[in-house]
């Protein structure tokens, strides 16, 4: 789950990381009086939505040589001004897409006065099963296009949870970032309190870009992207209230209810499929021959007949779907729930674009009877090599 930026400050700020002043703003009006509240003169008007590349970023409604998502002002009207161009557009980034995001949320900040940009991130490493900090010179910047271009500037180091964050990792940081002085012994606390909010809150990615060192020797978190482990949200109420549901996917959203794995992707077939990795080789297959997956979708282990006619629904709500895939090998999941799903949601929503059903497994000569008795225009499948031929030649067929 992921979380706005003045939200990730606000938890920062509880395990005493250091971040600036501001507030939050769903209107103009209430833009203005958060910013009466900062010191100034200087404020910075921030577009809140899921997504980095804020800054870059282009509104669609707005001219092509308009500002991004994240301005300056020197004034309260100059405050004013930004949030009313700002707030009700769509603003699109290298993250968002094409579509864009449309802007509900301003945060209204304190400006700073910036000696020097860096970068930080913690996230879990696999390869050591740590949780470990990517730290580089380069803030600010696309920190992918530094990996790439001058990997040398990015340096990365775990963390052993049976110590935690250690003195010396502190002295990595300020060696890495070229701190002195009183900036230097800054970055041992401000690495420990981040690592601390990181593990008690179940973090998954902690990213501050860029991390500041202020005109009076002060690091400082200028920006928080932060996501959440789902998986460990039931032991945070408080993270939960956080939830933004108008920056989800409404696909997404709807299969989370039913405890569905649900991605949107912008193919034309759509796959229903239980177990992540039968998921991936079908949705690999279906590019093979030519296609490309409307969504990845695994319905899991012990689905129900509930659950699988909402994942039926779900995959038939996206218009650009022209096929329909379903992908079922019954382990512990049986072939008969399978088809009695799919009869059910087909006799309700409707089937107006082809769909394939490849079934194997525990009752498959059940399922298969089902839905061959049922009456429905469904293209029954042999194989999974034969069930991604026949979607792939049905989608073409109909184009």
Avoid: W
């Avoid at 939050?24 to 833009?31: F, K, Q, R």
């Avoid at 470990?132 to 949870?161: L, N, Q, R, W, Y």
């Avoid at 973090?203 to 860029?210: C, D, G, V």
């Avoid at 932060?226 to 299969?255: G, P, Q, V």
């Amino acid at each position: 789950m992921n979380i706005h930026e003045y939200q990730g400050k606000a938890v920062l700020k509880e395990f005493g990381a250091p971040v600036s002043a501001g507030y939050p703003a769903l209107s103009v009006a209430e833009a203005v009086e958060a910013a009466k509240k900062l010191p100034g003169p200087l404020y910075v008007v921030k577009s809140q939505i899921h997504a980095g590349g804020r800054g870059k970023g282009k509104f669609k409604e707005l001219p092509a040589d308009a500002k991004g998502g994240v301005r300056l002002a020197k004034s309260v009207a100059e405050v004013e001004a930004h949030a009313k161009e700002m707030l009700g557009n769509t603003l699109v980034t290298i993250q968002t897409g094409p579509a864009g995001k449309q802007v509900n949320r301003l945060y209204i900040e304190d400006g700073s006065d910036i000696e020097k940009e860096f970068y930080l991130s913690i996230l879990v490493d696999r390869a050591t099963s740590c949780v470990s900090f990517v730290i580089s010179t380069e803030g600010g910047m696309d920190i992918e296009a530094v990996a790439h271009d001058t990997p040398e500037k990015i340096v990365t180091f775990a963390v052993d949870p049976a110590t935690g964050v250690m003195p010396h990792h502190g002295r990595t940081v300020a060696k890495t970032l070229n701190l002195k002085g009183e900036a230097a012994k800054q970055s041992g606390p401000l690495i420990a309190n981040l690592y601390k909010a990181f593990v008690e809150k179940d973090m998954a990615m902690l990213e501050i870009n860029p991390l500041i060192l202020t005109t009076a020797g002060q690091l400082k978190c200028l920006d928080a992207k932060i996501s959440f482990d789902s998986n460990a949200l039931y032991r945070h109420a408080d993270i939960m209230a956080l939830r933004d549901e108008t920056e989800e996917d409404k696909a997404e959203l709807e299969a989370s209810k039913y405890d569905l794995n649900y991605i949107t992707l912008d193919g034309t077939i759509g796959c229903m499929v239980n177990g992540a990795g039968l998921a991936m080789a079908t949705m690999d297959i279906i590019k093979l021959y030519g296609e490309s997956p409307a969504n990845f979708l695994d319905v899991g282990g012990s689905a129900s007949k509930e659950k699988v006619t909402a994942a039926f629904k779900i995959i038939t709500s996206d218009p650009s779907v022209k096929g329909i895939l379903i992908n079922i090998f019954g382990g512990i999941m049986r072939c008969d729930i399978i088809a009695e799903g799919v009869i059910a949601a087909v006799k309700e929503v409707g089937l107006k674009v082809p769909l394939v059903v490849r079934l194997e497994g525990t009752n498959v000569d059940l399922g298969k009877k089902i839905i061959s008795e049922s009456g429905l225009n469904v293209i029954p499948a042999d194989d999974l090599d034969d069930a991604a031929q026949k979607i792939v030649k049905a989608v073409k067929g109909s184009a």
